[in-house]
C-alpha cells in the first residue's frame, strides 16, 4: 500500500460522498474548507508509509520531537491533510476510510525548512524536481538518495505548490 501525495479541495480530491463529509468535517473543526473548494486536485506522486515514518524520525532524531508535530501528526492510519493555515494537529473521526489526521502546511513548511538546512537540501522546486528525477534513474536511483530524501523532496515539492495556490495538501492512503 502506498499514500498518494496530492493537493486540492476535499471535493475535488475524493470521490463524491466522501469528499462531501470530508469538506464538511474540516469546515466544522476549522471553518474554512470552503474557501478551499475551487482548487482543482494536482497529484504528486507515491510514498510508501514506511518511507514517511522513516523522515519523521529522522527529523524527530535531527531536530528533536518537539520540533516536528505537524509531520508527526499525519503519520499513521487514515487521511493526512496539512491545512493552510495555522491549525493545532488534531485527528477527526470519518465514516469511511479511518480518521482524517489533521496538521498546519505553513508547520510543515517550517519543518521542513529545518530539515533542510540540517541536511542541506533545497526548498526550491527545481532543485526538489532534480532529487526526484534522479531517483526515477534506472541505473543510478534506488541508491542515489536515502528514501527519507526522496519522500522529503515530494513533501517539499507538494508543499510549495500547495502553499502557491492556498489550498491543502493530502496524503491519501
Excluded: Q
Amino acid at each position: 500500500m502506498t499514500l498518494s501525495v496530492a493537493i486540492g479541495g476535499a471535493k475535488g480530491t475524493f470521490a463524491d460522498r466522501v469528499g462531501i463529509e470530508v469538506a464538511r468535517v474540516i469546515d466544522r473543526a476549522f471553518g474554512a474548507e470552503g474557501e478551499w473548494e475551487g482548487v482543482a486536485a494536482r497529484r504528486f506522486g507515491e510514498l510508501p508509509p514506511d518511507d514517511l515514518v522513516e523522515l519523521r524520525r529522522r527529523a524527530a532524531e535531527e531536530l528533536g520531537e518537539d520540533a516536528v508535530p505537524n509531520l508527526s501528526a499525519v503519520v499513521g492510519e487514515g487521511t493526512g491533510v496539512f491545512l493552510p493555515a495555522h491549525v493545532r494537529a488534531v485527528t477527526l473521526p470519518l465514516s469511511v476510510g479511518g480518521p482524517l489526521r489533521c496538521a498546519s502546511l505553513p508547520g510543515l513548511r517550517s519543518e521542513l525548512a529545518s530539515l533542510a538546512a540540517r541536511w542541506e537540501l533545497p526548498l526550491d522546486d527545481t532543485a526538489l524536481l532534480d532529487l526526484l528525477r534522479v531517483a526515477e534513474d534506472p541505473v543510478d536511483g534506488p541508491v542515489s538518495e536515502p528514501p527519507e530524501v526522496l519522500t522529503f523532496a515530494r513533501l517539499g515539492l507538494a508543499a510549495n505548490e500547495a502553499v502557491r495556490r492556498d489550498c491543502p495538501l493530502w496524503l491519501l492512503g
